[in-house]
């Protein structure tokens, strides 16, 4: 009988190392399309969180505004002032979770003749101040009620809105981009915004049922 002779070591060395190339090159593709998957979902679910801290401190800061006018009977000046009162109308000056930055747009009133919270003009009444609600000086630079990006706002600060222009996933009060959700004494009226799904179906909202605000 011939015998096949045995294989050189160098040949089945190189043999397994084509192997171990191969199961490698299989790992690393299997890992791409892992990675290709889920980071698009890790991103959007971030970018949700965001969206529900966005949500939380701008009602903060409306909450705020609405303890201030009530005690002072009139509207903050800026948003430092909220925290200078003693007691403080807001627990801290919150970041705009968005943008990362403390630089909030600024919601004031766009003309003499803008309905005013508290004065009967917004649905749902709400909480009256017995003394009158000073009547603000019309605001530069204002757009249904903000402040142009670079412009200045001047005058009483009605509200807070996130300055960034990215698109959401959900509706506040009818409206998708970030520098849009406004964030007032009338968000806080009317159950939060109303917020619902880009497709028109309720969706997760704070303070309407589905999402709840982070905890603190």
Known sequence: MVTRPPRPASARTRAARGYTLVALLVGLTVMAILHASVLPLASAQAQRDREAELIFRGLQYAEGIRVFRRRFGR??????EMIETKPRALRKLWKDPMTGSADWGLVTLASPGQNLPGGGGMPGGGDRDPRPTPTPSPTPGGFGGFAKPGDVAMGPILGVH????????????????YSEWRFTEQSLLTKSGEIETPGGLPGPGFGGGGDKPPKR
């Open 162 to 177: 996130s300055k960034s222009t990215k698109r959401g996933f959900r509706l506040w009060e009818g409206r998708d981009v």
């Open 75 to 80: 509207y903050p000046v800026s948003l430092k």
